[in-house]
């Protein structure tokens, strides 16, 4: 067929992984580690930009690939991290892996993300549950990085007891900033525990916000997005200012094999954030 | 487009020509009742004139039931290298709605990404398609799939005493200048293609009700007895996914060789329709049931792309209705979804 798309002429395709190293591993939780990966090649290390909310495949090789959101901020050029919790085989090989461990990165994708730019001026409220901070991190380093142009920011994070709450330092140092509000919870206590216990939701309606001029953000377990909707419902957010990343099953990353279709979009390249108000209709989403 | 006139007498000449100039792939008569899609040695084994869609559609030239991607040699220094197969040949005797379901194959791996393993093949690709009197089971004219308007080089239609030929690109005409005796088409090789085509659409007899789907399906959607009753039979055997030539979904899977050092990346086929498709680590599994597969299943095929392609992603070849050994039927289900609608 005489076709209108042109040849690849680079020596690369869609599935080629780029080899990286991993710098660092650090355990954050019992069943999560904190991965620092820089590029083997200086020029990709270099060229990767990404933005908060997008996410990575990550090859081990020989073995599989799966999806990672970044967690890192955009503007650390050097590096960027990726926070995995043990849970299969690729999240497994990487958790047996030390520093020094090659493995392989394709992305950044995602063409929704977390969107930084329409929430300058404005309030903003951040919903997490689990490893569901994870991908929001970035967007709160962003913000940090950037404080001026951002109005109020709340964090509100739920983790299953004291131990699983992943990034601890970076959770105590919030809670000492005063540029951010961290609302902290757990559903099962221990002694040591002196703060909220129960779901996120709890701790929703006590956040004060001009629903006109706030931006929510939720990540986590599939469950809760339901019920924090309802929350920010509740404080009659315009659904154009939920953001949800939403997780699926993915394979390729790049809108072809079709397992993260969630309705009429693909979690990959239409999200995996999206708006409340994008995903109305899909009655699957949430 | 070009018009042409190739005589039937010399049909064979062109034909043979073609065989023995090129890798020829085309339809072979497998058993009593199909067809499939093979290389051709000798004129003797091609039969156009099947009345059965063949059992596997072509889509495997272009998007193989398994396919390496990447190989890589992990050392102290890791070596990738994308794996791009492609090798000329010629796809003889495709029908127009298989055509059609190839270019819903060409969007796809061509949206947003642009897919070199698939592009690659569909490059070398030469198309010659064959008009072919419907199946029982084919409903192609009521997904406006029954005429292919482009994604061949060229299109025989046979008439009379002669085959009317389309050619679309200039690699169809090469191909007939060179190896076939044609001549320009005139006004009445017109007039008896038009009526032809006529009489073609008129043996088109299985009618599927989708004009209101897209709004009906909504309406449907959350009527549970609706789909227990649709899928309860269903096997979650996948069959219906793997005859379709529009199901493009994979698996992508990482594997090295014994040796430890040599390994690669490839895809395979995956099946909407089996409960593992929307399972994820941990057990979640974001479509857990039968009826919710198979509502997906028709969401996928007569909705979701006619927001983003345009056109159904279904193109009413009838295999999934041959393949299903539960009877299941997206025609019947359709019409008894309009059914419920207007009751
Ligand atoms: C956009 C996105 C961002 C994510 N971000 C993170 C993160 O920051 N940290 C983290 O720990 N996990 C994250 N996940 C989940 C992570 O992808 C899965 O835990 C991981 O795929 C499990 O792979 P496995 O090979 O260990 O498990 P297996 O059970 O062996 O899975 C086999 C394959 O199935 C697919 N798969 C399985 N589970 C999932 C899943 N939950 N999501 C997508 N594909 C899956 C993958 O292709 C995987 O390789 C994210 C998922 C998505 C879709
Ligand atoms: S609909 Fe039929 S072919 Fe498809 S999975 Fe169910 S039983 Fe198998
Ligand atoms: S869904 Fe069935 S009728 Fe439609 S293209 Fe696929 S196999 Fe053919």
Known sequence: ?286 | MLYKILKKENYTDFVEKLISEYEFIGPKKKDKVFHDFVPIKDLRELDTDYKKTTIAPAKKLLFPPTEELVEYEVGDVIKVKPLVESSEKILFGIDACDINGMNFMDWIFSTEFIDENYFAKRRKLIVIGKDREPSETCFALSMGAEYAKDGFDIFLTELEDRYFLRIATSKGNEITEKFARIQDATDSDFRDYDKFMDDYRSKFKLKINIDNFYDDFEFIYSNEKYWEEASKNCYSCGSCNLVCPTCFCFNVKDDMQLNLKVGNKMREWDSCMIPEYGLVAGGHNFRPTKENRLKQRYRCKLKTFVDKYGKYACVGCGRCIEACLAKINIVEDVNSVKKEVSA
């Open chain 1, 1 to 286: 067929m005489v076709l209108d798309i042109k040849e690849n002429k680079s020596k690369s395709t869609i599935y080629v992984p780029d080899i990286a190293t991993i710098k660092k591993v650090e355990k954050l939780s019992p069943i999560e580690k904190l991965f620092t990966i820089v590029f083997d090649d200086p020029k990709k290390q270099e060229e990767f930009s990404f933005r908060p909310g997008q996410f990575v495949e990550l090859t081990v090789f020989g073995l599989g690939e799966a999806p990672f959101s970044i967690p890192s901020s955009p503007n650390n050029k050097k590096c960027f991290q990726l926070c995995v919790r043990d849970i299969g085989n690729v999240s497994g090989a990487l958790h047996r892996m030390d520093a020094g461990s090659k493995i392989g990165i394709r992305g950044p994708f995602g063409k929704g993300y977390f969107p930084y730019d329409k929430m300058r001026n404005q309030n903003i409220l951040i919903v997490a549950g689990g490893l569901g901070l994870a991908p929001v991190m970035s967007l709160i380093d962003y913000i940090l990085e950037d404080r001026k142009n951002y109005k109020e920011l709340n964090l509100v994070y739920g983790a299953l007891d004291p131990e699983s709450i992943i990034f601890k330092d970076r959770v105590k140092e919030f809670e000492k900033r005063k540029d951010i509000d961290i609302h902290l919870t757990v559903d099962n206590t221990d002694a040591s525990w002196k703060g909220n216990v129960g779901v996120v939701t709890k701790l929703i309606p006590a956040i004060e916000c001009v629903p006109e001029e706030t931006f929510a953000v939720v990540c986590g377990p599939p469950v809760m997005y339901k019920f924090v909707v309802k929350e920010l419902e509740k404080k009659n957010l315009r659904p154009e200012n939920i953001y949800l990343s939403l997780e699926r099953r993915m394979e390729c990353g790049v809108g072809k094999c079709n397992h993260c279709h969630i309705g009429d979009k693909l979690a990959c390249v239409d999200g995996p954030v999206f708006s409340l108000w994008e995903i109305r209709n899909l009655k699957e989403a949430i």
